[in-house]
């Protein structure tokens, strides 16, 4: 909010500087000191005719600055006053409208299986980053699963559910891709890539737990159970040999702004500058009188 109130300030001060040169300007802006064309300024005295010879313009169009009247402000100087003053009133906007948008509530899944029976690591976690974000536009989500190895490391693999697409790297720091599902066969190739001796009874026991969890948390497995039964913020003890011997889930949500907000609105700004741009040259452009048609009574015909 500070960088806010500060922008505001700035923008503020920037459309005061625009103000206090157009105030400066209509009021003690240089004096013409013969008469001139009102659209370049260009001394018109004596000339032979009705068009001005600096710009082309006709000057029973555009009209004669009188001596001692004020110079009109060029176009230079419309495009400086423009560009001061179209900021803040953008801003003003843009956040009127930016507060109107519905922000989204992001949802955050975490299963945590530890202790397992083989001893063969400490524990796995994972986590749906950003599941539900809208109920119109929410649909397959990423999944994040992070072993904990038991030198202390961590490892992760990544379930991208949008692209179909699940990546890993391996303990010589190969980077590995599988396109499709996450299934207990890839889970068995992400460990054995680890190290693990993920064929034995025990580890492909606990592998079959992980795969019966996904469900719960992050992309579906056609055809898995629905998992360990595990409610939000309970732990489960298992004091069976085999498996994990706890497991914990969460969840936390928060709400934010959907994306790239003010990077449309200062694109639009930015489409408004550019059309008050266009307009001050449009109307810098030379005018001429518009040629008279031929009456019935002129015409050869």
């Known amino acids: 909010m500070a960088f806010v109130g500060l922008l505001f300030i700035a923008l503020a ?4 500087v625009g103000l206090v040169i157009l105030g400066y300007r209509l009021a003690r802006g240089p004096r013409v000191e013969q008469p001139s064309c009102a659209h370049c300024r260009y001394a018109v005295v004596g000339l032979p005719g009705h068009i001005c010879p600096e710009c082309g313009s006709d ?20 495009l400086i006053v423009w560009t001061c003053l179209l900021p803040l009133p953008a801003f003003i906007v843009s956040s009127i409208l930016i507060a109107q948008v519905q922000p989204w509530t992001v949802t955050s899944q975490r299963l945590t299986l530890g202790m397992p029976g083989s001893r063969a ?18 649909g397959p989500q990423d999944l994040l699963v992070t072993l904990n190895a038991l030198d202390g490391s ?10 179909d697409l699940v990546t890993w ?27 693990i001796d993920a064929e034995s009874d025990a580890v492909s026991y606990e592998i079959g737990q992980i795969v019966q969890n996904l469900g719960a948390i992050g992309k579906p497995v056609p055809g898995t159970p629905a998992g360990l039964g595990v409610r939000g913020g309970v732990s489960i003890t298992n004091l069976g040999s085999k498996g994990f011997s706890s497991v914990s889930s969460g969840s936390s949500s928060a709400s934010r702004m959907p994306p790239h907000l003010w990077t449309k609105a ?26 008279t048609m031929p009456s019935a009574e002129t015409n050869p015909a």
Do not use: C, Y
């Not at 001060?13 to 005061?16: R, S």
């Not at 029973?60 to 009188?66: A, C, D, E, Y």
């Not at 720091?173 to 996450?182: F, N, W």
């Open 13 to 16: 001060a920037l459309a005061l």
């Open 59 to 78: 000057l029973r169009v555009v009209g004669i600055l009188q001596p001692g009247s004020i110079r009109p402000m060029g176009r230079l100087g419309w």
């Open 121 to 138: 690591f400490l524990s796995l976690q994972m986590i749906s980053p950003s599941t539900g974000a809208m109920p119109a536009t929410a």
């Open 154 to 163: 961590k490892h992760d693999l990544l379930v991208s559910a949008r692209n």
């Open 169 to 195: 790297t391996d303990l010589a720091g190969t980077s590995i891709r599988h396109e499709g599902p996450l299934t207990k066969e890839v889970l068995t190739d992400w460990m054995k890539s680890l190290g």
């Open 266 to 291: 200062i694109a639009g700004s930015a489409g408004a500058w550019l059309l008050g741009v266009l307009l001050i040259l449009f109307l810098a452009r030379p005018r001429r009188r518009p040629p």
